[in-house]
Structures are given as structure tokens and as C-alpha cells.
């Protein structure tokens, strides 16, 4: 089945912990893609990547960091997490940049 | 400033009738638009991409993308109770950076 995974889908942490939320796609997909929504605010990028080694910030990459290894693997990295990061992120992949883009099912993130 | 724009809602529409969601975009040069439908709480679903002006039809959906007034709208016929979330619209803009821009949604509820 083609699907984006992400791990964890639920986590409560707390300020200063590093933490890492690994998303995965088994669609050979280039373009991958990192969102974190908040109440009122939508959809908002912080990262995406058009291929292996090729990352580009996005709205809002401030706090996060972003590596792409390998074709199927995009993790989110919170160095130092702070509760203004508390929000709901989604991974996302498409065949190519200009594709509809495939959603994993959320993370939900609460930073204490 | 790329933007696409949305009606925040919420739309109430009788259970059968049709419900109207329009969005409208700044970017003259967008080629790609995509209608998204996400429930509480879970990720975006594809429903609709639409790449040409004109109508577009699938099953009880129909997108409208006219171009030269730089609107896309999707049209749900014969509205059920379990088309009741929130639909997001977004556009792939002209210039090359590979980043989505995202309408902030329209909830719809389909009273029975």
C-alpha cells in the first residue's frame, strides 16, 4: 500500500529535550515536504526537500532542521524544542514538486 | 505576497443540496490548483487537482478553474453528512521554488 508513515503520532515532551519525528514514503517520490498546523493559521512549511542531499527552508524553519539521506526518509529535527513548537506536523511526498502532494497521518507534538 | 484566499466559513448547506467552496489566487501565472478535504484532527485528503481551465468532474465533485479571473471553486453535489470538514485549496505558483501556497480552508457543514 502507498503510504507516507510518520513516527511518533503522538508525543509529550519537554523544553530543551532533542527530538526527532521520522516520516517515510514507499513511493519512490522526489519531493518531500514537512507542515506543522496550527488554529487558525493553516498549512505552514518549514522545510522540503526536491531530492536526496537537496533541502530548502520553507515559512517557518526556525528551531527545526531537516536531512535527506536516502529517497524515502525525511526527518524533523527539534534541536532544542520550545512550547511554541506545540502543534500538529505533517509529512508529505509527491512524485515531483509541482505533483499533488500525499499526507502522512500527523504527528501531534506537545512541548511542555 | 502569493496568496491564495478562502472563506473561512463555517458554509451550512442542507443534506442533498449542493455546496459551493470558492477560492481565488494572486499569482496570475499558477498553473496547478488542488482541492484538498481534511477532517478534525486528521491529514489532508486529495480530492480534486485541476491544470486547465473548465470543469473537471469526478463522481459528485466537480472543480472550476477559470484562469483569466483567477478562481478555482468545487462544487459537491447531492451533500452528505460525511462531506461535513474542512476543504483547503492550494496553488503551485509560477516561479520555480516548489512550494505549494495554501488557502486557510473553508469548513462546510451538511446539516441532515
Known amino acids: 500500500e502507498a503510504q507516507v508513515t510518520q513516527n511518533p503520532r503522538y508525543l509529550i515532551t519537554v523544553t530543551g529535550k532533542k527530538l526527532t519525528v521520522t516520516c517515510s514514503q514507499n513511493m519512490n517520490h522526489e519531493y518531500m515536504s514537512w507542515y506543522r498546523q496550527d488554529p487558525g493559521l493553516g498549512l505552514r512549511q518549514i522545510y522540503y526537500s526536491m531530492n536526496v542531499e537537496v533541502t530548502d527552508k520553507g515559512d517557518v524553519p526556525e528551531g527545526y532542521k531537516v536531512s535527506r539521506k536516502e529517497k524515502r526518509n525525511f526527518p524533523l529535527i527539534l534541536e532544542s524544542p520550545s512550547p511554541n513548537q506545540t502543534s500538529l506536523y505533517f509529512c508529505?511526498?509527491?512524485?515531483?514538486?509541482?505533483?499533488?502532494?500525499?499526507f502522512g497521518d500527523g504527528t501531534r507534538l506537545s512541548i511542555l | 505576497q502569493k496568496e491564495v484566499e478562502q472563506n473561512s466559513g463555517p458554509l451550512s448547506v442542507p443534506e442533498g443540496a449542493i455546496a459551493s467552496l470558492n477560492c481565488t489566487y494572486s499569482?496570475?501565472?499558477?498553473?496547478?490548483f488542488f482541492w484538498y478535504r481534511q477532517y478534525s484532527g486528521k491529514s489532508p485528503e486529495l480530492i480534486m487537482s485541476?491544470?486547465s481551465n473548465g470543469d473537471k468532474e469526478d463522481g459528485r465533485f466537480t472543480a472550476q478553474l477559470n484562469k483569466a479571473s483567477q478562481y478555482v471553486s468545487l462544487l459537491i453535489r447531492d451533500s452528505q453528512p460525511s462531506d461535513s470538514a474542512t476543504y483547503l485549496c492550494a496553488a503551485f505558483p509560477s516561479d520555480s521554488n516548489y512550494q505549494l501556497i495554501w488557502g486557510a480552508g473553508t469548513k462546510l457543514i451538511i446539516k441532515p
Open positions: 508529505a511526498s509527491s512524485a515531483y514538486g509541482d505533483q499533488p502532494q500525499h
Open positions: 499569482d496570475r501565472g499558477s498553473q496547478s
Open positions: 485541476i491544470y
